[in-house]
């Protein structure tokens, strides 16, 4: 178990909101003349694509009762190609730094009281099946599980919670849309801890621009079926600038958003600041 009431990790990183938001700018410019931008930008905005990627994505929550937390997920995409199916694997790891109760994120879906905590949270893999010859609806399913990896009760549910996933997504010449969807239920795991049963919507839609640049908003509204009623639903609203583009022969994407939370559960955080930073593996 990781000492509690440590600096964030976008600290102990270097990273703030400001030094982020330079970061990107800085290296998207010194990139400007790279090739490559603009031709992988479909499969990255494509969740269930036969890419190899491994993003990171840290993210900062503010106006919370107890104050901020730091988020850095850890989220590598995996597909593999048997015969005419895309077997695309996607995992969530994240590091969770707390100055107590953590509200309405979908890695913690039951709020738990304490003084803090910094460690790694309940950890979470999905299996995407998906024709490789598509039409205009692109679509994968299969079964996620959530595991409670988290160093820390105030992290993780303490419970094996599994259910079904989906995607679907089209993708016209402006970019690309459409919508990922999750149910878990706890199946196992602590019996002094409440069971969960917990909803993920996850719109998003993407504007290509020149030079590998888009626009983004790709919101993660969260429904946790175990709360009181007015403090199920989680409910963010806004969006970003990202980038695709290559330091010298490694593809990058690129994200920085914002979003403000519009329905939210009592001590939930007001809005959040996401960065992400995603190398990518053509095959």
């Known amino acids: 178990m990781l000492e509690q009431n440590t600096l964030p990790f976008a600290s102990v990183a270097g990273f703030t909101p400001g ?16 090739e490559g931008g603009g031709d992988l930008r479909a499969a990255v ?40 199916w895309n077997f695309v694997n996607r995992i969530i790891a994240p590091l969770i730094d707390t100055p107590g109760q953590v509200t309405g994120i979908p890695s ?17 893999y999905s299996l995407f099946l998906s024709p490789v010859k598509t039409g205009k609806v692109i679509w994968g ?40 969807m999750r149910q878990l239920w706890s199946f196992a795991g602590d019996s002094n801890r409440n069971e969960v049963s917990q909803f993920l919507l996850e719109p ?4 290509n621009l020149d030079n590998g640049w888009f626009l983004i908003s790709d919101s993660v509204l969260t429904a946790n079926w175990r709360a009181d009623s007015g403090n199920q639903w989680t ?5 970003g600038v990202g980038r695709v583009f290559k330091l010298g022969n490694q593809a990058i994407n690129s994200r920085l958003e914002a979003y403000y939370n519009v329905v939210r559960p009592d001590g ?16």
């Open 19 to 34: 030094v982020v938001s330079a970061a990107l700018l800085a290296c998207s410019l010194s990139a400007a003349a790279a």
């Open 45 to 84: 905005q494509n969740p269930i694509s036969s890419l190899y990627s491994l993003p990171f994505k840290f993210q900062f929550d503010y106006g919370a009762d107890n104050g901020e937390a730091s988020f850095l997920n850890i989220q590598p995409v995996l597909p593999v190609t048997f015969g005419e």
């Open 204 to 207: 998003f839609v993407n504007y």
């Open 141 to 180: 399913a299969g079964p996620s599980i959530t595991m409670p990896t988290a160093t820390d009760r105030q992290l993780g549910s303490a419970k094996w919670s599994a259910g079904p996933t989906l995607v679907l997504l089209t993708q016209p010449k402006w970019g690309s849309m459409g919508v990922l």
């Open 268 to 283: 939930a955080p007001d809005w959040q600041i996401a960065f992400t930073w995603q190398f990518l593996f053509p095959k």
């Open 235 to 239: 409910v963010p609203v806004g969006g």
């Open 108 to 124: 913690l879906p039951e709020p738990i009281q304490g003084k803090g905590a910094t460690g790694l949270g309940d950890i979470n």
